[in-house]
């Protein structure tokens, strides 16, 4: 069972900057796609960058063109997400995901083509 651990969440005013990480557990031997989603109360979850494992491509959600990086490094079994000039619209939840679906390279930013989620960190940006 692949467990991912988000960190890096917090509260910053806007303009400012933070950078996710999420350590994964161990990695399978199929896996094809890693994201970020976030959810804000009372809307759905929104992808919002993902990388093909096999290409190591991205995309981005349109919230997070232009202002979200997203990449890893696996020799510290970690992801992260570089988030920069942040607005009061980017204050939600924000959850790492694995993919060990090969339907995720159609896309990587639909939430049901992963199959394990971490606990979810908090940004506040005001």
């Known amino acids: 069972q692949v467990q991912l651990v988000e960190s890096g969440g917090g509260s910053v005013q806007a303009g400012g900057s933070l950078r996710l990480s999420c350590t994964v557990s161990?990695?399978?031997?199929?896996?094809?796609?890693m994201g970020w989603f976030r959810q804000a109360p009372g809307k759905e979850r929104e992808g919002v960058a993902t990388?093909?494992?096999?290409?190591?491509?991205?995309s981005y959600g349109d919230s997070a063109t232009g202002r979200f990086t997203i990449s890893e490094d696996k020799a510290k079994n970690t992801l992260y997400l570089q988030m920069n000039s942040l607005k009061p619209d980017d204050t939600a939840v924000y959850y790492c995901?694995?993919?060990?679906?090969?339907?995720?390279?159609?896309?990587?930013?639909?939430?049901?083509?992963?199959?394990?989620w971490g606990q979810g960190t908090q940004v506040t940006v005001s």
């Open positions: 995901s694995y993919s060990r679906q090969i339907a995720c390279l159609a896309n990587g930013l639909a939430g049901s083509q992963y199959d394990y």
């Open positions: 161990e990695y399978t031997s199929s896996r094809y796609c």
């Open positions: 990388i093909y494992i096999l290409s190591e491509t991205t």
